[in-house]
């Protein structure tokens, strides 16, 4: 199983990126003066430079890149750039109709699975000018064919949030194995808690909380390091592999921590819970704690990783955040270099970072303090354990982690079984292999 060693640590999205030989021009007005021996006709006044605009498309809402924005308005003056935030259920559909047609936003954020295959379509320019930049662990998964396709933002990750004081009045410490998880849930239960949040009206908590047991039961095993390429080109199947895993994950919904009624709750609605101390704990990552902090300014958190079986470090979810990418039918491309070429620089991932505190950056030389909130998972990010298995299942992952969900939804609301949601994604992949 691949470890990716260099996080500061992961989330989950982040971005950076980069492009050489272009750099920002002045919009001041210059002048044009005679010489002594000029004729008297004096030349006009060039006109002042009209702002070049730019789309950039990104399924994280504005306030996540909000001192980064700020900055490239600042340093590019030049340059008007137009946020669009798409919801995440809508992204790549949009985002790909709008490709093929040619058009679309002339900076991109893609997971690198959506890169992987833009850039065998052909929609994204090549940025190999500046792979030198970054770090490995970073710009691999944004690669194809030797060439990179988009720079990688600052790395995301997801844990389990808890609320410290909750947990301090009623003397509990965050788990060390799936058990005492399950025992803590008990605990919380028990005194009239909500033992955790859950947003399972969209597919994806359940989809990272189930896959954070089998990275420590499954897929953190010597024997296991290569399966999720493998069950990417088809050679493997989640059912017969991950089947022990994902039923001892289920003790959450056949103990009644996760329950039918969560299918109804969406993500906003989540945090809420959580801010407001009605839940003990979430699971999310670092790109939500400014929203948090905002509901309660005075909650104290901490996050603790994903535990299996046996004690260890734990696992997070995560790895190279989101990469942004350049439209290779932009007509603003070289406005599009400046933008990058400014990201790619420490003031540039700084900015980025601000918002999105706790992940790190892929741009060599460039590192960040873990904050307070992240405490618990650093023996996590020391070990280098996280990872997202889908970043190895191929350039159709996304549709895969998708149904792979909405499986989980259908276990969750008692119309399927273990291995009917594992039979159900392995039918998935095995019609993409066949195309």
Request: charged residues 25%; hydrophobic residues 35%.
């Amino acid at each position: 199983m691949k470890k990716l060693s260099t996080m500061l640590v992961s989330v989950g999205l982040a971005a950076s990126m980069a492009l050489t030989g272009c750099s920002s021009q002045n919009a001041s007005d210059t002048k044009s003066s005679a010489t002594p021996n000029s004729d008297a006709t004096a030349k006009p006044a060039a006109t002042k430079q009209e702002k070049v605009k730019v789309r950039m498309a990104y399924w994280n809402k504005e306030d996540s890149v909000k001192s980064l924005l700020d900055l490239i308005k600042q340093k590019l003056p030049n340059i008007e750039l137009e946020y669009q935030f798409i919801d995440n259920k809508q992204f790549d559909n949009i985002v790909a109709t709008q490709l093929a047609a040619q058009s679309g936003p002339d900076i991109i954020s893609v997971s690198p699975p959506a890169s992987a295959k833009y850039a065998k379509l052909g929609y994204l320019a090549d940025l190999s000018s500046v792979a030198d930049r970054y770090n490995d662990a970073g710009k691999n998964v944004y690669s194809q064919d030797g060439k990179l396709y988009a720079l990688p933002g600052i790395s995301w990750f997801e844990g389990i949030f808890y609320n410290k004081e909750i947990f301090d009045k009623l003397g509990l410490k965050p788990p060390t194995t799936f058990e005492e998880e399950l025992q803590l849930h008990e605990a919380l239960k028990k005194k009239g808690i909500k033992p955790q949040a859950m947003g399972a009206k969209s597919w994806e908590p359940m989809m990272k909380s189930s896959m954070g047991l089998v990275m420590n039961d499954f897929l953190a095993k010597a024997e296991n390091k290569t399966f999720d390429v493998q069950f990417g080109q088809g050679q493997k199947t989640l059912d017969g592999n991950w089947n022990g895993a994902i039923e001892k994950w289920t003790e959450l919904i056949k103990r009644g921590y996760i329950t039918q009624d969560m299918l109804g709750i969406d993500y906003d609605q989540a945090l809420d819970e959580f801010a407001t101390g009605k839940a003990a704990m979430w699971e999310s990552g670092p790109w939500a704690m400014e929203a948090i902090k905002k509901k309660n300014p005075n909650i104290k958190v901490d996050m603790f990783p994903f535990y299996g079986s046996a004690p260890g470090a734990g696992w997070l979810i995560g790895g190279p955040g989101v990469g942004f990418a350049a439209n290779s039918k932009s007509k603003n491309l070289d406005a599009v270099k400046q933008v990058f070429d400014l990201i790619s620089t420490p003031e540039g991932q700084k900015a980025f970072w601000n918002d999105n505190k706790g992940g790190s950056s892929y741009l060599k030389g460039v590192e960040f303090e873990m904050p307070a909130e992240y405490e618990s998972v650093k023996a996590t990010f020391k070990a280098g354990n996280v990872y997202a298995p889908w970043n190895n299942w191929g350039d159709n992952a996304q549709s895969m982690i998708e149904d792979y969900g909405k499986h989980l939804q259908e276990l969750l609301g008692g119309k399927s079984d273990v291995s009917q949601v594992l039979k159900g994604t392995d039918k998935k992949m095995a019609e993409i292999v066949k195309k």
